[in-house]
């Protein structure tokens, strides 16, 4: 490649995302939001709560309040505080503990927390530090397991190094999207998700998608998450090809997802 086709390519900004799971009466579920139709990246589709890094997930003050995550690099570190941090922000749920707890935060204090913070976060009137030192507050950077790394072709105008995590939700916090990047919220079994896609009920970019077929091989939140912990996460960069059939997108077989072409959203 030329070096003036590589200046055309706009960086990756890391992101996070975190797939939050509960096991229901009909199987293992996936909180899920749907984004507002205003929102630049995936309007109106699907997704799972996530987006990309703000300056204070890279605070070392907010490092030191994050276990679990020792021998990962400084990236590392604040892509998990990012992921806890757009759960928080998206959906209300707090994955962080109360000095000396052993629990997660209580049901109420995080009912009280959120009104407080949660706008604040997003809008970056504050960094998450600031929370956790005002709160005394510790974030459980080990709820949160490696499921997956998507990095957004190289063709696309704005571009994501995204890292998928697993955390099983905690079981007394409610989640409620937020109402603003969030117009809706549901839990969702993984078969049910992939079937209402197909049925064009649901609108879910193929990323997505493919992850929840991924997830859907596994019918409890421990299954899940052990399969997770065992796997070895394979980046996903997809390569645009252009064949008989039109263009397609190209990712690695060893990254696990039982294909390694589809198509474009549209048909290409």
């Not at 020792?70 to 590392?76: K, N, P, R």
């Not at 490696?146 to 571009?159: D, I, L, Q, V, Y």
């Amino acid at each position: 490649m030329t070096t003036s086709a590589t200046a055309l390519i706009a960086p990756a900004r890391l992101a996070a995302t975190v797939l939050l799971l509960r096991d229901g009466s009909e199987g293992m579920e996936v909180f899920m939001v749907v984004r507002h139709q205003q929102i630049d990246f995936a309007s109106g589709a699907l997704v799972f709560p996530g987006g990309k890094l703000a300056a204070g997930d890279h605070d070392p003050a907010a490092h030191v309040r994050c276990t679990g995550v020792e021998g990962l690099s400084a990236d590392e570190i604040a892509l998990r505080i990012a992921a806890i941090r757009e759960a928080f922000e998206e959906c209300g749920v707090l994955l962080a503990r109360s000095a000396g707890a052993a629990g997660f935060v209580e049901p109420a204090r995080v009912a009280e927390l959120g009104p407080r913070y949660r706008v604040a976060l997003d809008k970056g009137q504050i960094g998450i530090a600031a929370m956790l030192d005002a709160e005394d507050l510790t974030l459980v950077g080990d709820s949160l397991v490696p499921f997956a790394h998507w990095t957004t072709p190289t063709f696309m105008p704005k571009r994501f190094d995204t890292r998928f995590y697993l955390a099983a939700a905690p079981a007394e916090q409610v989640l409620l999207h937020d109402g603003s990047e969030a117009v809706d919220s549901v839990w969702i079994r993984p078969q049910d998700a992939i079937a209402q896609a197909k049925a064009g009920t649901r609108t879910i970019v193929p990323a997505t998608l493919l992850n929840i077929e991924k997830l859907g091989r596994s019918t409890t939140v421990a299954d899940a998450i052990a399969a997770a912990r065992a796997d070895t996460i394979i980046e996903v960069l997809p390569e645009m090809v252009e064949g008989a059939a039109g263009i397609t997108l190209r990712i690695p077989a060893a990254a696990g997802y039982g294909i390694t072409e589809f198509s474009l959203p549209g048909g290409g």
